[in-house]
């Protein structure tokens, strides 16, 4: 059984950064894609960064390209994102997943295990 725990999150100004943290245990990790997806209230769970198990391969929305970077470290078990130049429509709970396969999946249907979540606010 695959566990991920979320870090990170908080409170920033718009422009601001945040880097949040997604450590895994349970299971193999650097097989699994992993993923990035936030839920803000009312809306739906949407997609924000997916990495393949190498690292080789990343994906990301038009919302979020050229903001956000996704990065692994297989070595800690260990799935990162980099958040720049926030914006208050940025503000969701961050939800870390896992997939069973190993590509960088964009569908919440691909993963299979998820973390609790971190809440991330921008102020404008």
């Known amino acids: 059984q695959v566990q991920l725990v979320e870090s990170g999150g908080g409170l920033v100004q718009t422009g601001g950064s945040l880097r949040l943290s997604c450590a895994a245990s349970?299971?193999?990790?650097?097989?699994?894609?992993m993923g990035w997806f936030r839920q803000a209230p009312g809306k739906e769970r949407e997609f924000v960064a997916a990495?393949?198990?190498?690292?080789?391969?990343?994906t990301y929305p038009d919302s979020v390209k050229g903001r956000f970077t996704i990065s692994r470290d297989n070595a800690k078990n260990t799935v990162y994102l980099q958040m720049n130049s926030l914006k208050p429509e940025d503000t969701a709970v961050y939800y870390c997943?896992?997939?069973?396969?190993?590509?960088?999946?964009?569908?919440?249907?691909?993963?299979?295990?998820w973390g609790q979540g971190t809440q991330v606010t921008v102020s404008s």
């Open positions: 349970g299971g193999p990790f650097s097989t699994r894609g």
């Open positions: 990495i393949s198990g190498s690292g080789g391969n990343t």
């Open positions: 997943a896992a997939a069973v396969g190993s590509y960088a999946y964009t569908s919440t249907r691909n993963y299979g295990y």
